[in-house]
T-cell receptor, first 114, second 116 residues
C-alpha cells in the first residue's frame, strides 16, 4: 500500500481565497483524522471520521473550516475564506478499528496564506 | 478532560547515551492506549511504540521502550544508545474511548538533539 496520500504537498494562497486539501487514506482503514500543526499549538485534532461519518468536529476552529468524506477512499478539508493565521501544516491520518492500532500519517500539506 | 503533557520542550543528549522523554496524561477512561511518534526535520510522523492501559509489561521495540507507570499516569519513552539520527521531535499521544469518542490526541512534543 502507498500509505496515506495527501495533496498538494505545498500550497501558497492569498488571503480570502478558498483552499482545498485532499487526502486518500489507506485502503481498509475505518478512521480518518485531520490534524493541524503549528509551532504555538502543536498538533491539534480538527475532525475525525468513522466509516465516512464525521464523529467529532469540535476541533474545527470556526465556520470557515469544513471537511467531507464522500467515500472510504477520499476526504477533503476546505478553508473558505482563508486567513494568514491558517498557515500551518495539515496532516491527514488513518487507522483501522483495532484497539492497539496506530494512526498512519500522510506527508502533510504545508499551507501558507499571504 | 483528556490531556497529554510533555514538560520538556527541548533536550540535548550526548551520542550513545540513553534518553528519557517524559509524558504524563490525564483521563478518567479505564481503557486507553498510549503512543509515541517521531517527527524528523523532514516532517513525516513515524510511529515508534504502543502501550495499552491493561498491558502487564512495558512495551519495547528495538532501542525504544516505554516506562509505563499507571498509578502516576506517566508513559515515558526511553531510547537506549542514542544515535545522531534520533535527533527529531517526539510526540506522546493517547487514545481513549470516553463517551463513545475514539480519537488520538497529542502532546506538544519534545525536541531532542543528539550531540556527536
Amino acid at each position: 500500500d502507498a500509505g496515506v496520500i495527501q495533496s498538494p504537498r505545498h500550497e501558497v494562497t492569498e488571503m480570502g481565497q478558498e483552499v482545498t486539501l485532499r487526502c486518500k487514506p489507506i485502503s481498509g482503514h475505518d478512521y480518518l483524522f485531520w490534524y493541524r500543526q503549528t509551532m504555538m499549538r502543536g498538533l491539534e485534532l480538527l475532525i475525525y471520521f468513522n466509516n465516512n461519518v464525521p464523529i467529532d468536529d469540535s476541533g474545527m476552529p470556526e465556520d470557515r473550516f469544513s471537511a467531507k468524506m464522500p467515500n472510504a477512499s477520499f476526504s477533503t478539508l476546505k478553508i473558505q475564506p482563508s486567513e494568514p493565521r491558517d498557515s500551518a501544516v495539515y496532516f491527514c491520518a488513518s487507522r483501522t478499528g483495532g484497539w492497539n492500532t496506530e494512526a498512519f500519517f500522510g506527508q502533510g500539506t504545508r499551507l501558507t496564506v499571504v | 478532560a483528556q490531556k497529554i503533557t510533555q514538560t520538556q520542550p527541548g533536550m540535548f543528549v550526548q551520542e550513545k547515551e540513553a534518553v528519557t522523554l517524559d509524558c504524563t496524561y490525564d483521563t478518567s477512561d479505564p481503557s486507553y492506549g498510549l503512543f509515541w511518534y517521531k517527527q524528523p526535520s523532514s516532517g513525516e510522523m513515524i510511529f515508534l511504540i504502543y502501550q495499552g492501559s491493561y498491558d502487564q509489561q512495558n512495551a519495547t521495540e528495538g532501542r525504544y521502550s516505554l516506562n509505563f507507570q499507571k498509578a502516576r499516569k506517566s508513559a515515558n519513552l526511553v531510547i537506549s544508545a542514542s544515535q545522531l539520527g534520533d535527533s527529531a521531535m517526539y510526540f506522546c499521544a493517547m487514545r481513549s474511548t470516553m463517551n463513545r469518542d475514539d480519537k488520538i490526541i497529542f502532546g506538544k512534543g519534545t525536541r531532542l538533539h543528539i550531540l556527536p
